[in-house]
Nanobody, 122 residues
Framework: QVQLLESGGGLVQAGGSLRLSCAASGRAFSRYAMGWFRQAPGLDRKFVAY????????YYTDSVKGRFTIARDDDKNTVYLQMYSLKPEDTAVYYC???????????????WGQGTQVTVSS
């Protein structure tokens, strides 16, 4: 079992930055791939980024490439999503999730956090 808790969301102006954190419970954190997803009002939850269990492989959806960076610190059982050059279309609830194998499909992920709201004003 893995429990996930996101933090770091908030209100920011377009062009600004935020860093989201996802703290995980359990000693097996280093064995999991970690992903970030987001859900805007009225829309499905969509993939944003993942990092594999080793931290050696990352992948991003096209709309955030070059602006967002995913990283993990296994000593702290935490995964981060650094977001730069934020746009109003980045506004959503952001969720972190854990999976045994990294991927972009949300069905692959077994454990989810409660989400943190990110709002980007124009």
């Amino acid at each position: 079992q893995v429990q996930l808790l996101e933090s770091g969301g908030g209100l920011v102006q377009a062009g600004g930055s935020l860093r989201l954190s996802c703290a995980a419970s359990g000693r097996a954190f280093s064995r999991y791939a970690m992903g970030w997803f987001r859900q805007a009002p009225g829309l499905d939850r969509k993939f944003v980024a993942y990092i594999d269990w080793s931290g050696g492989s990352t992948y991003y959806t096209d709309s955030v490439k070059g602006r967002f960076t995913i990283a993990r610190d296994d000593d702290k059982n935490t995964v981060y999503l650094q977001m730069y050059s934020l746009k109003p279309e980045d506004t959503a609830v952001y969720y972190c999730a854990a999976a045994f194998v990294a991927g972009t499909n949300r069905e692959r992920y077994d454990y989810w956090g409660q989400g943190t709201q990110v709002t980007v004003s124009s």
